[in-house]
């Protein structure tokens, strides 16, 4: 039985990177249960080291599905890439395997490999990885995704350390990003924030989906194409405030390209508003090395606690815990 990750991706996931890949295979008495795949659109296969896990899910929908298996051949990457099996999925050729789902109700995730390039690969080298997912009482669907060997590589800029915030004050910060890869982000990118409690984001933007828990934060998408050695910053500042009673914290965000691997946290229904203002875009900037990838900074206020070590006695007889 295979061990699933619960960490699903709903059906909103289409509004931001996925695409519905399954296509139903017609059948004489189709079941009244669906089979669907969620498979991510692209798989960027960086030309050294390793790329992330597979994204894939699967739902049964209109009932329960059983007897589910899904069977993944990317042997289209064969001289261009090697497979390492994750999870409980089982390998059933060269660059082939089978994750054996079992019965289905609902969604349920899966991440059936990485893919680590073969020294031979090169940049620009393409290959696709498919999927057929079957069940005893429901309709075989297939899907694809497309891989592309020496993908964008998308890389933050850090925020600054930021000190002296008034108890109950806003501040900003501005998001950058530059592309250091051979290959364009050609669909866009998508930013994911996140932050430490004590702070709050304001919700001004008509492109972005926000929560009400700082850790989960927000997430915007922007379909501007970003071409090897670009970089780009925010065209407004992300607006914070920050609780009274706060005295430090952080902030944190993730850029990814559209149709790419999505951080393993990420989960669109956790982001249940939309903002309402203009849309969030982008805007040139030099790049340089001040991209290091760590889209990370700390924020202190001028709050403080003050602390009082109080000294007591206690008595007792050798051996004896006492508090």
Do not use: N
């Given at each position: 039985m295979l061990?699933?990750?619960?960490?699903?991706?709903?059906?909103?996931?289409?509004?931001?990177?996925?695409?519905?890949?399954?296509?139903?295979?017609?059948?004489?008495?189709?079941?009244?249960?669906?089979?669907?795949?969620?498979a991510q659109e692209n798989y960027y296969l960086p030309t050294e080291g390793e790329g992330p896990n597979l994204d894939l899910g699967i739902t049964a929908s209109g009932g329960d599905a059983h007897d589910v298996s899904v069977a993944v051949d990317a042997s289209s990457?064969?001289?261009?890439?090697?497979?390492?099996?994750?999870?409980?999925?089982?390998?059933?050729?060269?660059?082939?395997?089978?994750?054996?789902?079992g019965p289905l109700s609902g969604g349920e995730s899966i991440d059936p490999f990485f893919l680590k390039p073969t020294a031979s690969a090169k940049a620009g080298d393409t290959g696709a990885i498919t999927y057929t997912a079957t069940a005893s009482d429901a309709a075989t669907v297939t899907g694809k995704t497309d891989v592309l060997v020496g993908g964008?590589?998308?890389?933050?800029?850090?925020?600054p350390a930021l000190k002296g915030i008034a108890p109950g004050a806003g501040f900003e910060r501005t998001a950058a990003?530059?592309?250091?890869?051979?290959?364009?982000?050609?669909?866009?990118?998508?930013?994911?924030?996140?932050?430490?409690?004590?702070?709050?984001?304001?919700?001004?933007?008509s492109n972005c989906h926000y929560s009400?828990?700082?850790?989960?934060?927000?997430?915007?998408?922007?379909?501007?194409?970003?071409?090897?050695?670009?970089?780009?910053e925010t065209n407004a500042p992300l607006r914070y405030t920050a609780a009274a009673d706060t005295m430090y914290g952080y902030n944190t965000y993730v850029v990814w390209p559209v149709g790419?691997?999505?951080?393993?946290?990420?989960?669109?229904?956790?982001?249940?508003?939309?903002?309402?203002?203009?849309?969030?875009?982008?805007?040139?900037?030099?790049?340089?090395?001040?991209?290091?990838?760590s889209g990370y900074g700390t924020f202190a206020t001028t709050q403080h606690a003050d602390y009082q070590a109080l000294g007591d006695t206690v008595e007792g007889k050798v051996g004896e815990t006492v508090s």
């Open positions: 061990t699933i990750r619960r960490t699903w991706r709903t059906a909103a996931a289409a509004a931001f990177a996925t695409a519905a890949l399954a296509v139903a295979t017609p059948a004489a008495h189709a079941a009244p249960t669906t089979l669907v795949l969620d990457l064969a001289g261009k890439a090697t497979m390492v099996v994750t999870g409980d999925c089982e390998s059933t050729g060269a660059l082939k395997v089978r994750c054996d789902v964008p590589k998308l890389v933050t800029r850090p925020y990003f530059a592309d250091t890869g051979a290959v364009p982000s050609d669909k866009g990118v998508m930013l994911l924030v996140q932050d430490s409690d004590g702070v709050s984001l304001a919700r001004d933007h009400d828990r700082p850790d989960i934060g927000a997430w915007c998408r922007f379909d501007t194409p970003v071409a090897p050695g670009a970089a780009y790419g691997s999505a951080p393993d946290s990420f989960d669109p229904s956790d982001f249940p508003e939309t903002g309402t203002g203009a849309p969030l875009g982008l805007k040139a900037v030099a790049s340089g090395s001040g991209f290091t990838g």
